[in-house]
Structures are given as structure tokens and as C-alpha cells.
């Protein structure tokens, strides 16, 4: 039944900034947590940042704190991720997910929803 959609990836140079959206198909999420993913050519998919829909409570990857922020709108069903001071290393395909349950985790297997990504490329 849940149906999640990214948008707002793109080309952006080294240093610049780019907002991430992800729209899911609920009126409310308060029995979930969403999280972005990340996933690079030839790598496994890894934990970028977590939300506690209702509370608002965040959880950032060390290689992104500072830099990312995970973000949502309640009235628009919404999940942001804000990324600032970008990097060629942050060059991924960027997933939106969610799982049922409200504890923000990391492992890619405990959730249970997934957007088709959107690519983010950062050129140096």
C-alpha cells in the first residue's frame, strides 16, 4: 500500500547543494520511521539518515553530520534531505524508505518500503 517517490536528484559541482524529496502515498506515518539510503556503483547500500515521524528525532551517518539534514512535513506526507557542502564521494543513487515500528536503525534489511531512487552526482 505505501508507495514512496524521490525527487530532486541532479548534477550539482563539489560545494554546492541540493534538497531531496520523498512523497508517500499515506495521510499519516505515525506508526513508521523514514530514512535515505544511499547506494554507489560497485558498493553496498548504506544508511544516510533517519527519522522518527512523529517525535522528529534524527539520525545522521557519521560521514554525512554537518552536512545533511533529514527533515519532514507532516500535512504533506513529505521526507527532505538537505544536502550542503556536497562531495564527489556523495555521488550515489539515493533511496527513500520506511519501515513500520518507531526506532531508527541503520541495517537495510529492517525496513520494509522502498522508492525507486533518484541519481545524485557530484563532479570535482
Known amino acids: 500500500q505505501v508507495q514512496l517517490v524521490e525527487s530532486g536528484g541532479g548534477l550539482v559541482q563539489a560545494g554546492g547543494s541540493l534538497r531531496l524529496s520523498c512523497a508517500a502515498s499515506?495521510?499519516?506515518?505515525?506508526?513508521?520511521?523514514m530514512a535515505w539510503f544511499r547506494q554507489a556503483p560497485g558498493k553496498e547500500r548504506e544508511f544516510v539518515a533517519g527519522i522518527h515521524w512523529v517525535s522528529g528525532t534524527t539520525n545522521h551517518a557519521d560521514s554525512v553530520k554537518g552536512r545533511f539534514t533529514i527533515s519532514r512535513d507532516n500535512a504533506k506526507n513529505t521526507v527532505y534531505l538537505q544536502m550542503n557542502s556536497l562531495k564527489p564521494e556523495d555521488t550515489a543513487v539515493y533511496y527513500c524508505a520506511a519501515k513500520l515500528g518507531t526506532v531508527l536503525i541503520t541495517e537495510v534489511n529492517q525496513y520494509d518500503y522502498w522508492g525507486q531512487g533518484t541519481q545524485v552526482t557530484v563532479s570535482s
Open positions: 499515506r495521510r499519516t506515518f505515525s506508526a513508521y520511521t
